[in-house]
C-alpha cells in the first residue's frame, strides 16, 4: 500500500495499491542503425588549420518479429456516446457550476491502444521514418604565437535511442511487453478503497492483460486504467556543442607546462521526454478549470458506466467532477513515452594546468565552474525533473538540474619515486646489500586522483504520483501526477546553515540540514511554489582520495616480469554525507541518512608477465 499512509499497515490489512513483475518471455525487437561521416582538413597558412565535415544519422523505425508493438492512434474516433440519461447539463446542476462543455462531449473521443500486424494497422510499425539528421562540424585553430594556440569548434550531435528500455515498444500494461502490473488506475472511488486484496489480487483479471491479436480486445483489457506506449515521433535528442579555448606553453622538453583556459556549452534541443505531456490531461488545466476549486472532487455519474470493465480508475458509477475534462474520458492515464519536448543548457568555464611526463613526474589540475539547466532529464527518466502541475507546460519546470555541480576541482599526478638504480637516491648499487635494498625500495611509482566539488541541488518533493495520496488533488482526476509543496507564509528561512556531517540523523549535536517548517504539502487544488530544485542553497560538498602504489621487477630476465600493486579508493576514508531527505511527508524529511560515494576500498595484487 505505498503511497497511502503506512505501508506495513497496508499489507497486514491485505490491500494493494500496486504490483508488478518482470515477464521473462520478452519481445524481439530491432533496431538498426546508420552513419556515414565526411570531414576534410584544410592548411590555410602555417598559422592557420580549418577542420570541416558532416555526419549522417538514422535510426530506422524500430520493428518486433512478431509485430508485438503498441501504439496510441491519436487521429480513431470511438463511435460511442454516453449512457442514456446522462447530460452535461446534469453534471452542472449538481456541482453547482457553470463551465462549457469539454470537447469530447460535443466532437467525440479521440485516441485509441493499436497493434500492428492487425488488420486495422497491417504495417510493422508507427513510428516515424526521420532520416534527415545531419550534424555539421566545424573547427578552428590558430596560431597567436610561436607557444600559443587559438582553438574553436562547433557541431551539431544526434544521439541515439538504442538501448533505451522502452525499445520493446510494449511496456508495463500490455501482455506482451517486459513487465506486468497488477493495477494501473487505482480504484473507481477516487483512492478511498481499493479492489485488490492478496487473496483476491486480480478480481475479473483486472491487471492482467492477455495476448491477442485482436484490436478491440486489447482496448477492452486495458481500458479504464492506465495506457503507455512509445510515441510515434520518437527521436534522439540533438545538442549543439561549442568550444572556444585558449592554450599557453611555457618551457620546453621535460620541463614543459601548458595552461588552457576554455569555454564549452551543450544545448540540448528536442530531448526526448520520458513520459510525455500526457494526453489525458488538459493543457494549461490550473487556469481553465482550477478556480472551480474543490466542486473538481464532486462526485458526478460516470458518462460511460457499464461499458468500461468496473474495478478500474474509470469504471465506477460515479467520477470527480475534474475527470470529466480529461481530453479522453476511458483511460485514468495515457502517456506516449519519448515525445521530443525536452531541452537542456550546459555552460562551463574552466581552467587547466598540464606538466607532460618528464623527470619521472606528470601532473594534470583542473578546476571547472558549471552550470547545467533543464526541464525534462534523460529518455528512460534518470535525473529528471518533477512532472508539470495541473497540465502547466515543461516551462514550469524549468531550471537547475539534479545533476548540476557549480565547482570542481581534478588533480591526476603519477610520479616514479627516484630511488634505485639510475636514479637520485641507490642509483649505483655496488655492494650485495645496496643491490637487495634497491629489489626492495627502488623502481617504485605512484599515482593518484584527487577529487573537490560542491554539493549538488536539493529536490523538495511531494510523493503525489498515486491516487488518494497527500497533495494529490490534481492527479487524483488526472490533470498530472506531481504536486510540489509550498513555501510556508510569512516565509522562512529554509537554510540551517550545518555541514553534512551535522545534519547526518543520530550524530552529535544533530540539526537538520535544512528546515522542515518552511514548506508545506498543497491543500485543495492549489500548485506548489517550490522550485523543482532549490537555489538558495547545495548538498553537502564531496573530496576524496585514491591512490596507487605499483613496482615491476624482472624475474630471472628481463622478458619476465613481476608487477606488484596496491590501489587505494577513497584512501583517507572520508565519509562524504549524501544529500538530504527530500521527501515532505517523510520522518526523516530534511535530515541526511545516507552517504554519497563509497567508503575506503584497498586492493593488493601481483601480476606476472612472461
Given at each position: 500500500?505505498?503511497?497511502?499512509?503506512?505501508?506495513?499497515?497496508?499489507?497486514?490489512?491485505?490491500?494493494?495499491?500496486?504490483?508488478?513483475?518482470?515477464?521473462?518471455?520478452?519481445?524481439?525487437?530491432?533496431?538498426?542503425?546508420?552513419?556515414?561521416?565526411?570531414?576534410?582538413?584544410?592548411?590555410?597558412?602555417?598559422?592557420?588549420?580549418?577542420?570541416?565535415?558532416?555526419?549522417?544519422?538514422?535510426?530506422?523505425?524500430?520493428?518486433?518479429?512478431?509485430?508485438?508493438?503498441?501504439?496510441?492512434?491519436?487521429?480513431?474516433?470511438?463511435?460511442?456516446?454516453?449512457?442514456?440519461?446522462?447530460?452535461?447539463?446534469?453534471?452542472?446542476?449538481?456541482?453547482?457550476?457553470?463551465?462549457?462543455?469539454?470537447?469530447?462531449?460535443?466532437?467525440?473521443?479521440?485516441?485509441?491502444?493499436?497493434?500492428?500486424?492487425?488488420?486495422?494497422?497491417?504495417?510493422?510499425?508507427?513510428?516515424?521514418?526521420?532520416?534527415?539528421?545531419?550534424?555539421?562540424?566545424?573547427?578552428?585553430?590558430?596560431?597567436?604565437?610561436?607557444?600559443?594556440?587559438?582553438?574553436?569548434?562547433?557541431?551539431?550531435?544526434?544521439?541515439?535511442?538504442?538501448?533505451?528500455?522502452?525499445?520493446?515498444?510494449?511496456?508495463?500494461?500490455?501482455?506482451?511487453?517486459?513487465?506486468?502490473?497488477?493495477?494501473?488506475?487505482?480504484?473507481?472511488?477516487?483512492?478511498?478503497?481499493?479492489?485488490?486484496?492478496?487473496?483476491?489480487?486480480?478480481?475479473?483479471?483486472?491487471?492482467?492483460?492477455?495476448?491477442?491479436?485482436?484490436?478491440?480486445?486489447?482496448?477492452?483489457?486495458?481500458?479504464?486504467?492506465?495506457?503507455?506506449?512509445?510515441?510515434?515521433?520518437?527521436?534522439?535528442?540533438?545538442?549543439?556543442?561549442?568550444?572556444?579555448?585558449?592554450?599557453?606553453?611555457?618551457?620546453?622538453?621535460?620541463?614543459?607546462?601548458?595552461?588552457?583556459?576554455?569555454?564549452?556549452?551543450?544545448?540540448?534541443?528536442?530531448?526526448?521526454?520520458?513520459?510525455?505531456?500526457?494526453?489525458?490531461?488538459?493543457?494549461?488545466?490550473?487556469?481553465?478549470?482550477?478556480?472551480?476549486?474543490?466542486?473538481?472532487?464532486?462526485?458526478?455519474?460516470?458518462?460511460?458506466?457499464?461499458?468500461?470493465?468496473?474495478?478500474?480508475?474509470?469504471?465506477?458509477?460515479?467520477?470527480?467532477?475534474?475527470?470529466?475534462?480529461?481530453?479522453?474520458?476511458?483511460w485514468s492515464e495515457i502517456w506516449t513515452v519519448g515525445e521530443p519536448l525536452g531541452t537542456s543548457n550546459y555552460h562551463a568555464g574552466y581552467f587547466q594546468v598540464e606538466h607532460r611526463f618528464g623527470r619521472g613526474f606528470s601532473l594534470l589540475a583542473n578546476y571547472t565552474l558549471a552550470k547545467l539547466l533543464q526541464d525534462s532529464g534523460a529518455l528512460d527518466g534518470q535525473q529528471g525533473m518533477p512532472f508539470?502541475?495541473?497540465?502547466?507546460?515543461?516551462?514550469?519546470?524549468?531550471?537547475?538540474?539534479?545533476?548540476?555541480?557549480?565547482?570542481?576541482?581534478?588533480?591526476?599526478?603519477?610520479?616514479?619515486?627516484?630511488?634505485?638504480?639510475?636514479?637520485?637516491?641507490?642509483?649505483?648499487?655496488?655492494?650485495?646489500?645496496?643491490?637487495?635494498?634497491?629489489?626492495?625500495?627502488?623502481?617504485?611509482?605512484?599515482?593518484?586522483?584527487?577529487?573537490?566539488?560542491?554539493?549538488?541541488?536539493?529536490?523538495?518533493?511531494?510523493?503525489?504520483?498515486?491516487?488518494?495520496?497527500?497533495?494529490?488533488?490534481?492527479?487524483?482526476?488526472?490533470?498530472?501526477?506531481?504536486?510540489?509543496?509550498?513555501?510556508?507564509?510569512?516565509?522562512?528561512?529554509?537554510?540551517?546553515?550545518?555541514?553534512?556531517?551535522?545534519?547526518?540523523?543520530?550524530?552529535?549535536?544533530?540539526?537538520?540540514?535544512?528546515?522542515?517548517?518552511?514548506?508545506?504539502?498543497?491543500?485543495?487544488?492549489?500548485?506548489?511554489?517550490?522550485?523543482?530544485?532549490?537555489?538558495?542553497?547545495?548538498?553537502?560538498?564531496?573530496?576524496?582520495?585514491?591512490?596507487?602504489?605499483?613496482?615491476?621487477?624482472?624475474?630471472?630476465?628481463?622478458?619476465?616480469?613481476?608487477?606488484?600493486?596496491?590501489?587505494?579508493?577513497?584512501?583517507?576514508?572520508?565519509?562524504?554525507?549524501?544529500?538530504?531527505?527530500?521527501?515532505?511527508?517523510?520522518?526523516?524529511?530534511?535530515?541526511?541518512?545516507?552517504?554519497?560515494?563509497?567508503?575506503?576500498?584497498?586492493?593488493?595484487?601481483?601480476?606476472?608477465?612472461?
Amino acid at each position: 500500500m505505498n503511497g497511502y499512509g503506512s505501508g506495513l499497515a497496508g499489507w497486514l490489512l491485505g490491500g494493494i495499491a500496486g504490483g508488478d513483475g518482470v515477464q521473462y518471455a520478452g519481445p524481439a525487437s530491432l533496431q538498426t542503425y546508420h552513419g556515414a561521416y565526411i570531414q576534410d582538413d584544410f592548411r590555410v597558412s602555417s598559422k592557420l588549420t580549418i577542420n570541416m565535415g558532416i555526419r549522417w544519422d538514422f535510426e530506422p523505425p524500430r520493428t518486433e518479429r512478431f509485430d508485438r508493438q503498441t501504439f496510441w492512434d491519436k487521429d480513431y474516433k470511438w463511435p460511442w456516446t454516453p449512457n442514456a440519461g446522462w447530460s452535461w447539463d446534469q453534471v452542472l446542476k449538481i456541482t453547482g457550476t457553470n463551465m462549457p462543455a469539454p470537447d469530447w462531449v460535443t466532437k467525440g473521443i479521440y485516441g485509441r491502444a493499436v497493434m500492428m500486424g492487425t488488420k486495422e494497422y497491417p504495417g510493422r510499425t508507427l513510428q516515424w521514418s526521420l532520416p534527415y539528421h545531419f550534424g555539421p562540424r566545424l573547427g578552428m585553430a590558430y596560431q597567436l604565437m610561436p607557444k600559443t594556440v587559438l582553438r574553436a569548434s562547433y557541431g551539431v550531435i544526434w544521439g541515439t535511442s538504442t538501448g533505451s528500455q522502452f525499445l520493446n515498444g510494449s511496456m508495463w500494461n500490455i501482455g506482451y511487453g517486459d513487465l506486468a502490473r497488477l493495477v494501473q488506475g487505482g480504484s473507481p472511488d477516487g483512492g478511498l478503497t481499493f479492489p485488490l486484496t492478496f487473496d483476491r489480487p486480480m478480481p475479473n483479471g483486472i491487471g492482467y492483460v492477455p495476448v491477442t491479436r485482436d484490436v478491440n480486445e486489447l482496448n477492452k483489457s486495458v481500458m479504464g486504467n492506465w495506457f503507455l506506449a512509445s510515441a510515434p515521433n520518437i527521436t534522439p535528442e540533438h545538442e549543439h556543442v561549442i568550444s572556444l579555448s585558449l592554450q599557453r606553453e611555457f618551457g620546453s622538453g621535460t620541463n614543459s607546462w601548458v595552461l588552457e583556459g576554455a569555454y564549452n556549452a551543450n544545448l540540448g534541443r528536442g530531448i526526448p521526454y520520458y513520459l510525455g505531456m500526457g494526453e489525458h490531461i488538459l493543457p494549461d488545466a490550473y487556469h481553465k478549470i482550477g478556480p472551480l476549486g474543490m466542486a473538481l472532487s464532486t462526485q458526478v455519474p460516470n458518462p460511460f458506466y457499464g461499458q468500461i470493465a468496473p474495478l478500474t480508475g474509470m469504471g465506477g458509477a460515479t467520477l470527480p467532477y475534474g475527470r470529466l475534462f480529461q481530453l479522453n474520458p476511458l483511460w485514468s492515464e495515457i502517456w506516449t513515452v519519448g515525445e521530443p519536448l525536452g531541452t537542456s543548457n550546459y555552460h562551463a568555464g574552466y581552467f587547466q594546468v598540464e606538466h607532460r611526463f618528464g623527470r619521472g613526474f606528470s601532473l594534470l589540475a583542473n578546476y571547472t565552474l558549471a552550470k547545467l539547466l533543464q526541464d525534462s532529464g534523460a529518455l528512460d527518466g534518470q535525473q529528471g525533473m518533477p512532472f508539470p502541475q495541473a497540465g502547466l507546460g515543461l516551462g514550469s519546470v524549468y531550471g537547475l538540474a539534479g545533476s548540476d555541480i557549480t565547482h570542481k576541482m581534478l588533480f591526476n599526478y603519477s610520479w616514479d619515486i627516484p630511488v634505485g638504480k639510475g636514479n637520485t637516491l641507490l642509483g649505483n648499487p655496488q655492494t650485495i646489500g645496496a643491490k637487495v635494498l634497491d629489489k626492495v625500495v627502488g623502481g617504485w611509482s605512484l599515482a593518484g586522483t584527487t577529487t573537490f566539488r560542491s554539493g549538488t541541488p536539493i529536490a523538495v518533493r511531494t510523493p503525489s504520483n498515486t491516487v488518494g495520496g497527500p497533495g494529490s488533488q490534481w492527479y487524483n482526476i488526472g490533470m498530472g501526477r506531481d504536486s510540489q509543496p509550498i513555501f510556508v507564509v510569512p516565509r522562512v528561512n529554509y537554510n540551517n546553515g550545518v555541514s553534512g556531517h551535522g545534519a547526518l540523523e543520530g550524530s552529535a549535536g544533530f540539526t537538520p540540514y535544512f528546515n522542515p517548517g518552511a514548506f508545506r504539502v498543497v491543500q485543495g487544488y492549489e500548485i506548489g511554489d517550490v522550485p523543482s530544485y532549490l537555489t538558495q542553497m547545495r548538498g553537502p560538498g564531496f573530496s576524496q582520495f585514491d591512490f596507487a602504489l605499483m613496482k615491476s621487477f624482472p624475474i630471472l630476465s628481463e622478458a619476465r616480469r613481476l608487477q606488484l600493486r596496491f590501489e587505494a579508493q577513497n584512501i583517507l576514508n572520508h565519509m562524504n554525507a549524501g544529500n538530504p531527505d527530500s521527501s515532505i511527508v517523510s520522518r526523516t524529511f530534511g535530515m541526511i541518512t545516507s552517504q554519497s560515494g563509497i567508503p575506503r576500498r584497498i586492493m593488493i595484487a601481483a601480476k606476472f608477465q612472461f
